[in-house]
């Protein structure tokens, strides 16, 4: 495991009660990755407090991809499994 710390929507949820899998993207920012319901469904999410499941990995994840108007940016820290 390691810590990974980086800005984001303060609704995003990192809480390990979900079965996916933190994954950490390219730009330093975690995204969910879980498997598909169904086929054709997001596997890259994110998890809002607020909001629910949003579909796609970046979602809230900097002001330009905030899907609502409640975004407000925080400080994240969690922990990602080492591949």
Wanted: charged share 30%; aromatic share 10%.
């Amino acid at each position: 495991m390691c810590d990974v710390k980086f800005t984001a929507c303060k609704h995003l949820d990192f809480s390990d009660e979900y079965s996916a899998k933190k994954q950490l993207l390219s730009n330093g920012k975690v995204f969910w990755l879980r498997e598909a319901p169904y086929e054709g469904a997001a596997r890259m999410v994110q998890f809002c407090k607020k909001r629910g499941r949003i579909n796609f990995a970046t979602g809230c994840t900097s002001v330009e991809t905030a899907v609502c108007s409640d975004y407000e940016e925080i400080e994240h820290l969690t922990s990602v499994e080492d591949e």
